[in-house]
């Protein structure tokens, strides 16, 4: 049966998602499946029967997606299944970013023991003087799940909203407020108060706040990060705080350079930290495991094409593939060659990888199996029946 490894603490709500006869344990020697949340498993070495990964979070730079790949494993993510948790923390920086209640709180703590606390407050409190949000505009960069709350939910609290995305789903687009506006990327950084990112880390988006970038904002704009720390220049941020360029930059990636700088919130990574996050991931990541194990579903995959379909036949197959012509085509004629009718079959692409589902009417001989797997552009070839 089945063994699922955890290489981090999960919440234990995603035990009941695994059938009877499937263990999920921290002592797994040759996995089936790897559920994890901030595991580094770059160096971790992947057996030859592991199938699967599911990251219970977002981000998976801590996965060896290209290796994973080659080895026809497929990676996880959860989206959509912490948003919650990240919108509130955004909404909270909206309001530390222009009020200044971090460094308030912060000067209060210094008056322990003095005499006449009161008085003193409201001697000091002058420091402290901010601006409210309403009326404000707010530029929100990536309109996945998380965006479109975030947006959503500024609209509600009177900010004027900027969205910019150029992979805006459907799914998205349909739950965006109509009184959110989509812009250009440069249009939304000169026009914005407020900047909140939300796009994940690649070669594109390294370091897109630069020093060309805070230029172009507004002066004394405000910047929110909680995507990742690597979307920001450090040094860039810096100066643009030190000319007043940026009014404050709050980030939920703290490092040390960015630690102790005036003007400069650092979050200890909180944005999924909420146990209803935690659960949700949990849930969701289990349920991508089993589907995939038991049924060859994929869905919110990071390397391979999401293919679904209901079991409905004897037989199915799957087959990841290199994203090249002629194999369907091969696959298709070995199965009808052997007599096997073909009730449903789907393939999709993502980049130069492929994925197959084929439902068919009689199990498939194990002869025929051997012969799509010798083809040289197919990865792994799995049989349900």
């Given at each position: 049966?089945?063994?699922?490894?955890?290489l981090n603490a999960i919440?234990?709500v995603?035990d009941?998602?695994?059938p009877?006869?499937y263990?999920?344990?921290?002592?797994?020697k040759n996995?089936?499946g790897?559920?994890?949340r901030?595991f580094?498993?770059?160096?971790?070495?992947?057996n030859d029967e592991l199938?699967a990964v599911?990251r219970a979070?977002?981000?998976t730079n801590?996965i060896p997606i290209?290796a994973?790949t080659?080895?026809?494993?497929?990676v996880?993510?959860?989206p959509?299944?912490?948003?919650?948790?990240?919108?509130?923390l955004?909404i909270?920086?909206?309001f530390?970013?222009?009020?200044?209640?971090?460094d308030?709180i912060d000067?209060?703590?210094?008056?322990?023991g003095t005499?006449g606390?009161?008085k003193?407050?409201?001697?000091?409190?002058s420091?402290?003087v901010?601006?409210?949000i309403s009326g404000?505009t707010?530029?929100v960069?990536?309109l996945?799940?998380?965006?479109?709350m975030v947006?959503?939910?500024?609209?509600?609290l009177?900010?004027?909203?900027?969205g910019?995305?150029p992979y805006l789903?459907v799914?998205?687009?349909l739950?965006?407020?109509?009184?959110?506006?989509?812009?250009?990327?440069d249009?939304?950084?000169?026009s914005?108060?407020?900047?909140?990112v939300?796009v994940?880390?690649?070669?594109?988006?390294?370091k897109?706040f630069?020093a060309d970038?805070f230029?172009?904002?507004?002066?004394?704009a405000?910047l929110?990060?909680n995507?990742?720390?690597?979307?920001?220049?450090a040094?860039?941020v810096l100066?643009?705080?030190e000319?007043g360029?940026?009014e404050?930059?709050?980030?939920?990636?703290?490092?040390?350079?960015?630690?102790g700088?005036?003007?400069?919130i650092?979050?200890?990574h909180?944005?999924a930290?909420?146990?209803?996050?935690?659960?949700?991931?949990a849930?969701?990541?289990?349920?991508?495991l089993?589907?995939y194990i038991?049924?060859?579903?994929?869905t919110?995959?990071v390397?391979?094409p999401d293919v679904?379909a209901?079991?409905?036949?004897a037989?199915?197959?799957?087959v990841?593939?290199?994203?090249?012509?002629g194999?369907?085509?091969k696959?298709?004629?070995?199965i009808?060659?052997?007599g096997?009718?073909?009730a449903?079959?789907i393939?999709?692409?993502?980049?130069?990888?492929?994925y197959?589902?084929?439902?068919?009417?009689?199990k498939?001989?194990?002869n025929?199996v051997?012969?799509i797997?010798?083809n040289?552009a197919?990865i792994?070839?799995?049989?349900?029946?």
């Amino acid at each position: 049966m089945p063994q699922i490894l955890k290489l981090n603490a999960i919440s234990p709500v995603a035990d009941k998602e695994f059938p009877a006869g499937y263990t999920f344990t921290t002592e797994a020697k040759n996995p089936d499946g790897i559920m994890l949340r901030s595991f580094n498993m770059h160096e971790y070495p992947l057996n030859d029967e592991l199938l699967a990964v599911a990251r219970a979070g977002a981000g998976t730079n801590n996965i060896p997606i290209p290796a994973c790949t080659e080895k026809g494993i497929v990676v996880f993510n959860t989206p959509g299944a912490n948003a919650n948790a990240v919108k509130e923390l955004v909404i909270c920086e909206l309001f530390l970013g222009g009020r200044k209640i971090v460094d308030a709180i912060d000067w209060v703590k210094t008056l322990k023991g003095t005499e006449g606390v009161g008085k003193a407050v409201e001697k000091g409190k002058s420091k402290f003087v901010g601006h409210e949000i309403s009326g404000k505009t707010l530029g929100v960069i990536g309109l996945g799940a998380i965006g479109v709350m975030v947006a959503n939910t500024a609209v509600d609290l009177g900010m004027n909203v900027l969205g910019y995305d150029p992979y805006l789903s459907v799914a998205g687009a349909l739950h965006l407020d109509n009184r959110v506006k989509t812009a250009d990327l440069d249009t939304l950084i000169k026009s914005s108060d407020f900047i909140t990112v939300h796009v994940p880390l690649t070669p594109d988006t390294e370091k897109m706040f630069n020093a060309d970038a805070f230029a172009k904002m507004k002066d004394g704009a405000v910047l929110i990060n909680n995507s990742r720390g690597e979307l920001v220049d450090a040094n860039a941020v810096l100066a643009a705080i030190e000319s007043g360029k940026l009014e404050r930059y709050i980030t939920d990636f703290p490092s040390d350079e960015l630690i102790g700088v005036p003007n400069v919130i650092c979050v200890p990574h909180l944005g999924a930290s909420t146990p209803e996050a935690e659960d949700n991931c949990a849930q969701m990541a289990a349920k991508e495991l089993v589907d995939y194990i038991e049924n060859g579903n994929i869905t919110h995959s990071v390397n391979f094409p999401d293919v679904c379909a209901p079991r409905t036949t004897a037989s199915r197959i799957a087959v990841m593939h290199d994203n090249v012509e002629g194999v369907i085509s091969k696959v298709t004629s070995l199965i009808s060659a052997n007599g096997i009718n073909i009730a449903n079959i789907i393939d999709k692409s993502k980049k130069d990888k492929a994925y197959m589902l084929v439902d068919l009417d009689a199990k498939i001989p194990e002869n025929v199996v051997k012969e799509i797997e010798s083809n040289p552009a197919v990865i792994r070839v799995r049989v349900f029946q």
